[in-house]
């Protein structure tokens, strides 16, 4: 009986110092965490400048990306302010009834998933994970694929903390065009950087057996920037779960500029605030921040940087330029159609939907946002993706919707880096030529599946269209060797033979099929 006792009690021992660790380490400080009790989360209909001024006044706490008259925009509310909205007119619904149920309960989660060991590949995403362990999980995607994976340090956040990425791509292939996914310029937004984390992970995962993802890395460079705003995300694990900002003193006991109102492309404009204590505050002046400073300066010295997306959450959108102004962009149909078809992709894996449009009229105006800038500064297609859900639980997304949510992004992710990959042509190699021996004939380089048609010359170069491939073969009087299907990766091959009394004379060589041809391969026939 007493061994029992003495059992349940050491068990009870080992639970509380567990409890006792994660809530140290939750606060090293020794600063409790701020809590949210019966605070609840409502989505209000605001009709007039008014209702906004209504609501400005009881909660700072936007949980909407921004505001605007005529639609729905959502709130924290304190139980106090609660029951004055309760007073008012206002058309409201309640998202979350208590927020500080749904902290515990992602607490707990945490707590429970941190006592595994070592976890490697779906696994990692079964919950959130902290700035330490992104950072560790770089390493380790480095040291597992050291050919097709590096570490790069893009520079330090305000209080010194690294932002780091991960370069993916495959060896070898001319000029790529490169790709960034960033993520986490919102503190609170910690689906983000699981998501792009995801992407990363399984480019490196599938690449030796995905014939789709080596042709992509063979043509992109991938630039996975998970944490933007690593003193807003510490922050956030640490001492408040709802902060949004980055970490700078704004003086007065204010804190935190909104790194995505702090770029410089309609920089000051609507949809962002000069009230320190906004959650919209866009700092004194456009980079102000080194954060946006020296994301700034790794785009621009990066030029082959032609498509990004800076995922946010919540709301399930698809947002392209301009936030500032409701002009269309230059590139306005190109933007429309690919917003499409990553839409269709989207739904088409857990039929979740995702709206998209232009962000001015999507959502709200928003000025200073980092995708404007990209494409009106850097050139690059630049998007937001706002990722799960669409506020039921908002910015306490449960872990077990990391998954998911990162699975129905990944066909998008590669989809998107295929608008702007090279097209790196066919080319066609030739083995030396001999007398009566065979010799292969190969092309890389082709669109997948295509029937290749391998044609030669023994009069020289010239100029012959081919009406049912639609091409102008660069050879004179060409006549088939023969022809072969490409594989997924557009590669084929045909083995001819060289007859025994064969001339010893110059042969030009050129593979086509519909609508593209190669380089023109010219070579001796040998004895
Ligand atoms: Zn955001």
């Known amino acids: 009986m007493n061994r029992r006792i003495l059992n349940v009690f050491g068990a009870m021992c080992i639970g509380t110092a567990a409890l006792m660790t994660s809530a140290i380490a939750l606060a090293q400080d020794g600063t409790a965490q701020a809590r949210f009790d019966q605070h609840r989360v409502v989505r209000v209909r605001i009709e007039s400048a008014n209702d906004l001024k209504l609501m400005a006044g009881l909660t700072s706490d936007m949980w909407s990306e921004n505001y605007g008259i005529g639609g729905p925009v959502d709130f924290r509310l304190s139980p106090e302010a609660f029951e004055t909205l309760k007073t008012t007119s206002l058309d409201y619904e309640v998202l ?17 998933s941190n006592q595994g060991g070592i976890i490697a590949g779906d696994e990692w995403f079964t919950d959130f994970k902290s700035y330490d362990q992104i950072s560790q999980q770089v390493n380790t995607l480095v040291a597992d694929y050291p050919d097709l994976a590096s570490r790069f340090s893009i520079g330090q956040s305000l209080e010194g903390r690294e932002i780091f990425g991960l ?15 960033n993520s986490n310029q919102h503190a609170r937004e910690w689906i983000t950087p699981m998501v792009t984390m995801y992407i990363a992970d399984r480019l490196l995962r599938e690449y030796a057996t995905n014939q789709e993802v080596q042709d992509l890395l063979s043509r992109c460079e991938f630039f996975i920037v998970p944490t933007v705003n690593p003193d807003g995300y510490v922050y956030s694990w640490t001492r408040n779960r709802m902060w949004r900002k980055n970490r700078r003193n704004n003086g007065g006991g204010s804190y935190g500029v909104d790194l995505n109102r702090n770029w410089s492309v309609g920089w000051g404009g609507e949809g962002s605030s000069g009230n320190r204590d906004s959650e919209i505050y866009r700092g004194p002046s456009a980079f102000s921040e080194p954060e946006t400073q020296v994301m700034r300066d790794f785009i621009l010295a990066n030029p082959h940087i032609a498509a990004h997306v ?20 230059p590139d306005a149909s190109t933007f429309d159609r690919i917003g499409r078809e990553l839409q269709s992709l989207i739904r088409g894996v857990h039929n979740k939907r995702y709206d998209q449009g232009q962000t001015y009229w999507s959502i709200y105006p928003a000025s200073g946002v980092m995708p404007d800038w990209t494409y009106g500064e850097a050139g690059a297609l630049g998007y937001t993706i706002e990722l799960r859900d669409t506020g039921q639980y908002g910015f306490l997304l449960p872990a077990n919707q990391i998954l998911p949510n990162a699975e129905e992004i990944w066909p998008a992710a590669l989809a998107f880096a295929w608008e702007v990959a090279p097209d790196v042509g066919m080319t066609l190699e030739i083995d030396p030529l001999f007398r009566g021996q065979q010799a292969e004939m190969r092309v890389s380089g082709a669109a997948p599946s295509t029937m290749v048609y391998f044609t030669y010359s023994l009069a020289g170069m010239g100029n012959t269209y081919v009406p049912v491939l639609d091409v102008t073969l660069d050879l004179m009087l060409p006549k088939l060797a023969g022809s072969d299907e490409s594989d997924g990766s557009g590669n084929a091959a045909y083995m001819a033979t060289v007859p025994a009394n064969a001339p010893l004379i110059l042969v030009w060589a050129q593979a086509a099929h519909y609508q593209r041809t190669s380089n023109v391969v010219a070579t001796q026939i040998n004895n």
């Open 310 to 329: 800076d995922f946010h959450s919540y709301s399930q959108l698809i947002l392209w330029p301009w936030g500032y102004t409701g002009s269309a962009p």
């Open 167 to 181: 370069k993916i791509t495959a060896p070898g292939g001319g000029d790529k065009a490169g790709v960034l996914y």
């Open 96 to 112: 979350i009834s208590n927020l500080q149920d749904l902290i515990d309960a992602e607490q707990a989660h945490l707590r429970e």
